[in-house]
């Protein structure tokens, strides 16, 4: 009867993370540049992969409650891959933000830009000529 | 000292964790442990200049404790915000972004480095670049709200809500 009602939370872990994993990969489509693009590349991921690895971690709990060592081994080396997703997924997406802003793409329909303010009077920019797409 | 003997600590805790499951001795076997302890000592010894820079204030365990708190309660809950509002503007597809600037009050390295990825991790926002002399953080924000901008600066509780506060207690 437990083994049933685990199961049945570990399957609607994995429907709630695969959602958002696919939410991601629509956004990435849809949306029109790097910035906003970013915006659903990092954060739907992020949430998909905590539900999925979540999933993994209750079923290796669930082995382990059961009598079986290798169950401690899944459980823990996917937390550790949940903390590096944690850790790892928004350096990432701010590294290509800044490298983007840096080499001249401009947020499209942007209303504000305090950031391109900022870098006329500190950095002198190589030639802007790259138009970007709308 | 007190820098080699938290980081060989630190890494035979590591060094534990990764090797559950291996014997009889509780979950690990005899050797294990040895070879953990040999192992962490030698990596204490060559790290030690390079994992603590003369700062121990993130030793308190009330600080971890805190830590731990904030991640789970409003840290997650925000995340999840952040999702189903992303959620919703993938399908519908209302955007009206742009790059607004905060100044949050935070002095060390460390809590300007959680808040910046805190707020990549929550409803609608996204840190681009940063200010290293005065701090300020560069926010692309999905959804600009043009009542409560004042030139190009936003207050910092329209971001991120009371992460500072908890930030400014993990860390300072």
């Known amino acids: 009867m437990l083994g049933l009602i685990v199961d049945v939370i570990i399957y609607i872990f994995l429907?709630?993370?695969?959602?958002?994993n696919f939410l991601a990969g629509f956004g990435l489509l849809r949306f029109p540049d790097v910035y906003t693009r970013l915006h659903a590349g990092t954060k739907c991921t992020t949430f998909g992969s905590i539900f999925i690895t979540g999933s993994v971690i209750i079923l290796g709990?669930?082995?382990?409650?059961?009598?079986?060592?290798?169950?401690s081994v899944l459980a823990i080396h996917?937390?550790?891959?949940?903390?590096?997703?944690?850790?790892t997924n928004p350096t990432g997406a701010h590294a290509i933000a800044r490298a983007a802003h840096r080499s001249g793409v401009k947020p499209v329909a942007a209303i504000v830009d305090g950031l391109d303010e900022m870098n006329k009077k500190t950095i002198k920019k190589p030639n802007e000529k790259k138009e970007v797409k709308k | 000292m007190?820098?080699?003997i938290v980081t060989s600590i630190l890494c035979f805790i590591i060094y534990l964790l990764l090797t559950t499951g291996s014997g009889t001795l509780g979950l690990w076997s005899l050797e294990e442990i040895l070879l953990g302890i040999i192992l962490s000592l030698i990596t204490g010894f060559v790290t030690r200049?390079?994992?603590i820079k003369k700062d121990y204030r993130m030793l308190n365990p009330v600080r971890w404790f805190t830590f731990l708190i904030y991640i789970i309660g409003p840290f997650f809950i925000g995340m999840a915000k952040s999702n189903i509002d992303v959620a919703y503007r993938v399908i519908t597809g209302k955007i009206n972004p742009g790059?607004?600037?905060i100044c949050p009050d935070l002095k060390t390295d460390l809590g300007i480095t959680l808040l910046a990825n805190s707020i990549t991790l929550t409803p609608g926002t996204l840190s681009v670049d940063i200010d290293e002399e005065k701090n300020n953080l560069y926010i692309h924000w999905?959804?600009?709200n043009e009542k409560k901008l004042?030139?190009?600066?936003?207050e910092t509780k329209y971001i991120c809500g009371n992460f500072e506060k908890w930030i400014r207690r993990i860390t300072e």
């Open chain 1, 61 to 71: 709990l669930k082995m382990w409650y059961l009598g079986s060592a290798d169950g």
């Open chain 2, 49 to 51: 200049k390079v994992f």
């Open chain 1, 15 to 20: 429907i709630i993370g695969v959602f958002f």
């Open chain 1, 78 to 87: 996917t937390a550790g891959a949940l903390i590096a997703i944690l850790l």
């Open chain 2, 2 to 4: 007190i820098a080699f």
């Open chain 2, 99 to 101: 790059i607004v600037k």
């Open chain 2, 142 to 144: 999905i959804n600009v």
């Open chain 2, 150 to 154: 004042k030139g190009e600066t936003v």
